[in-house]
């Protein structure tokens, strides 16, 4: 656990005023709210930081508290020993400071804060407490392998201690993010829990490359087969199948399989195309019949000469 | 009709220290769908974390309602443009992929 120095979270020097705290405070937070960042997990957690730093630094009791043991929270017990001492004199004193922001999640708070404050919110009123905020939203990723974005499966979750059961349809992109309402963070006071974005990254496949609904794949055949034409046997998803190699094919040829292709996302039945590009292995080590041969079809070729 | 959770509008403007014209606003605005009923305006559940997105702008980052609308167009040119760079981004891992 780090110590975090608030005054640089907003960029203030130690003795700035509650006003200079206000300030930089909204200035930060128009900057990195989460509402106007979707996506941005690094906005999210800078922002967590901003509102962690005005929690404390707008709390005049939470302000003192940390000028005076920050650095040294693990002895904070004794201030709180202290000044339940001197509340017994002089009476409770709430905090006079304004309000922090929601963020649209729960407040999320770091083990350093929690650690000289206690939890979240350090028991301070709120004005808005009444009403109800949503969850915090939560963003993971999940990794599958091309062969398995293609079928459409059940997947089991863990987040927050609780198993999510969902269905990945066929078809999902790589990069694609889906919702799933109320799987985030609990709401507070009632309100709705936040929702869960799974980002799906689909790792490379060995044989087949994929753009949007179609697929891309290499086949290799001889040069005998690619000049005089026959059946090769290549790799499909669905398992291999016998390609007719038409005499004459050249290097880089594309031949087109309909309906080869990866699954449409949420259209059952619906597949794209699958292109396989032909690479000619040319032989290498000839024996003296072959070269001899080779020779008379080059003298026989029209080329040659040319 | 469809049969669908309707919260008064009044209720959520209540718990989020709201003026109802600020709701109304939007609405004219055509932010927020309400439905009007009998003189009062409903707002359906499933529109509530939409509704509590643009209060949170409102109240916490003291935007009005031509703001909202304004960084209301531009998320939505947001989540269109990172829609693109994501196919772009495999687009691109297609041909790095290629031997």
């Not at chain 1, 709390?59 to 003192?64: C, T």
């Not at chain 1, 794949?217 to 290549?234: F, K, P, Q, R, W």
């Not at chain 2, 559940?45 to 609308?69: D, K, M, S, T, W």
């Amino acid at each position: 656990m780090d110590f975090i120095d608030y005054y640089q979270v907003l960029g203030l020097s130690k003795t700035a005023t509650q006003d200079e705290i206000k300030k930089a405070y909204r200035k930060l937070a128009r900057k990195l709210h989460p509402d106007i960042n979707p996506n941005n997990t690094d906005a999210h957690k800078k922002f967590q930081q901003v509102n962690e730093a005005n929690e404390v630094l707008s709390d005049p009791e939470k302000r003192k508290k940390y000028d005076k043991y920050g650095k040294d929270w693990m002895h904070s017990d004794q201030f709180e020993q202290q000044r339940r001492q001197q509340q017994q004199y002089a009476g409770a004193s709430g905090g006079s400071g304004y309000e922090g922001f929601s963020g649209g999640g729960g407040e999320d708070f770091s083990s350093f804060f929690e650690s000289m404050f206690g939890g979240a919110g350090g028991g301070r009123g709120r004005s808005r407490s009444r009403a109800g905020y949503k969850g915090q939203d939560i963003n993971a990723s999940f990794d599958l392998s091309l062969t398995d974005a293609a079928t459409t499966h059940k997947q089991t979750f863990t987040v927050n201690g609780k198993n999510v059961r969902i269905t990945i349809p066929a078809g999902v992109e790589n990069g694609q993010i889906i919702k799933l309402n109320g799987y985030g963070g609990a709401g507070a006071n009632g309100g709705p829990g936040g929702d869960l974005y799974i980002t799906f990254k689909i790792a490379p496949h060995p044989v087949f490359r994929r753009q949007g609904n179609d697929l891309y794949s290499n086949a290799e055949t001889d040069l005998y087969t690619a000049v005089l034409g026959g059946d090769i046997m290549a790799d499909t998803l669905s398992g291999k199948v016998k390609l007719k190699v038409k005499a004459g094919t050249q290097p880089g040829e594309k031949l087109r399989l309909k309906g080869k292709g990866f699954p449409v996302y949420k259209k059952d039945g619906e597949f794209g195309d699958l292109y396989i590009s032909f690479s000619i292995k040319i032989p290498e080590q000839l024996s003296d019949r072959e070269k001899e041969l080779f020779e008379e079809l080059k003298n026989l070729s029209p080329d040659h000469g040319k | 009709m469809e049969n669908k959770n309707l919260i008064p509008a009044l209720v959520i403007c209540r718990e989020h220290n709201v003026e109802i014209n600020f709701v109304k606003l939007l609405h004219e605005n055509e932010l927020l769908v309400l439905v009007k009923e009998n003189e009062e305006y409903f707002l359906e559940e499933e529109q509530l974390p939409h509704f509590e997105h643009l209060i949170r702008l409102h109240v916490e980052l003291e935007v009005n309602v031509p703001g909202i609308e304004v960084i209301e167009n531009l998320l939505e040119q947001h989540e269109l443009d990172h829609a693109r760079i994501v196919a772009l981004k495999n687009r691109l891992s297609f041909f790095e992929n290629e031997d």
